[in-house]
């Protein structure tokens, strides 16, 4: 599959449905999952995290996968510092750990689990969303092949008008201590306070990297869980903090939803495509796996009735 190569324009996927910001959505629906006290740090931080979202026999098994995936062994240091297999557009992300994996069931699993739909449906206020065919993570320490000094940058273009309208999320599989293990950090300072310091910001500055100068004590290492899932909206700076540990491992997979579009006949299809054939989707951060391993070894998941309205191939309202 040619991919997208601007990678200005890689946003995280949304909607044209997507038209109210979400720090000014007003609740119709009830919390299924969040508590008032959640929703309102969602609003005001640009962030929240609900425990649990998953079993812990899903968080185990897909663990396992990774590894086997990557080709490493848990058990064996001697294995971890491996050159990426491919570099990436985006450079800050070289060698943050992605794992080039998109359609395996164990991903479909998590992304299916009516707990973490139910987040994302009290995100959104609605009940008809798409899930993110999205990857996963696997940072060992960062030194040797694998030095990064990690980063913090906005998927969205903090440039355009009116902002962007999107949402992201990462479920941890590991406990991240919010120390040194690599995990996500953000800076929630500049999403509560983005209309001010933009003031102060040149009229050329860089819309997907903050200047994060005097910023630097802003920086939040949220505490995981396995199990857990933090979403975050994409106007929150954030990023993979680098892995100083020497022999601890952070492992996360990325999941989010976002208003359905069934109208959308091409994007419709080409989600439904990406599931059936094992295909990455078209966007220009995402290089795949050279080895095209899901292609030539995966099966196409296997998806619940919840899971194939959450992916295109059954309509929200048939």
Same mark, same amino acid.
């Given at each position: 599959m040619a991919h997208a190569t601007d990678i200005t324009k890689d946003a995280h996927p949304t909607s044209s449905r997507a038209t109210t910001p979400l720090s000014e959505i007003r609740k119709k629906l009830p919390l299924r999952v969040l508590s008032e006290k959640d929703f309102e740090h969602w609003q005001t931080h640009g962030f929240v995290i609900v425990r649990q979202a998953v079993p812990a026999e899903n968080v185990e098994r897909l663990k396992a996968f990774l590894w086997e995936f990557e080709e490493k062994d848990p058990n064996d240091p001697a294995t971890w510092d491996a050159s990426q297999r491919r570099?990436?557009?985006?450079?800050?992300?070289?060698?943050?750990?992605?794992?080039?994996?998109?359609?395996?069931?164990?991903?479909?699993?998590? =992304?299916?689990?009516?707990?973490?739909y139910d987040a994302f449906v009290d995100i959104w206020d609605i009940e008809d969303l798409w899930v993110s065919i999205d990857r996963a993570n696997l940072n060992t320490p960062n030194k040797g092949k694998r030095a990064s000094p990690g980063f913090i940058h906005w998927d969205a273009d903090t440039s355009a008008v009116p902002l962007p309208i999107s949402v992201q999320g990462v479920l941890s599989l590991v406990h991240q201590d919010g120390g040194d293990i690599g995990g996500f950090q953000c800076v929630p300072y500049l999403f509560e306070h983005f209309d001010e310091w933009v003031k102060t910001q040149p009229a050329d500055r860089d819309p997907h990297h903050p200047d994060m100068t005097g910023l630097e004590d802003k920086i939040t290492k949220v505490e995981l869980f396995p199990g857990d899932l933090m979403i975050f909206n994409s106007l929150l700076a954030h990023g993979v903090a680098p892995n100083r540990t020497d022999d601890k491992v952070r492992m996360a997979q990325y999941i989010s939803m976002f208003p359905a579009d069934d109208?959308?006949?091409?994007?419709?299809?080409? #989600?439904?495509?990406?599931?059936?054939?094992?295909?990455?989707?078209? #966007?220009?951060?995402?290089?795949?796996?050279? =080895?095209?391993?899901?292609?030539?070894?995966?099966?196409?998941?296997?998806?619940?009735?919840?899971?194939?309205?959450?992916?295109?191939?059954?309509?929200?309202?048939?």
């Open positions: 570099d990436y557009m985006l450079k800050e992300i070289n060698n943050a750990g992605m794992v080039e994996v998109y359609n395996h069931q164990l991903l479909w699993n998590n =992304r299916m689990e009516p707990r973490l109208g959308n006949v091409v994007e419709r299809e080409a #989600r439904i495509r990406c599931w059936r054939e094992r295909e990455v989707p078209d #966007r220009a951060g995402f290089p795949g796996d050279p =080895r095209e391993w899901e292609k030539n070894h995966g099966t196409t998941a296997v998806l619940t009735p919840l899971g194939r309205k959450l992916l295109g191939l059954d309509r929200w309202n048939a």
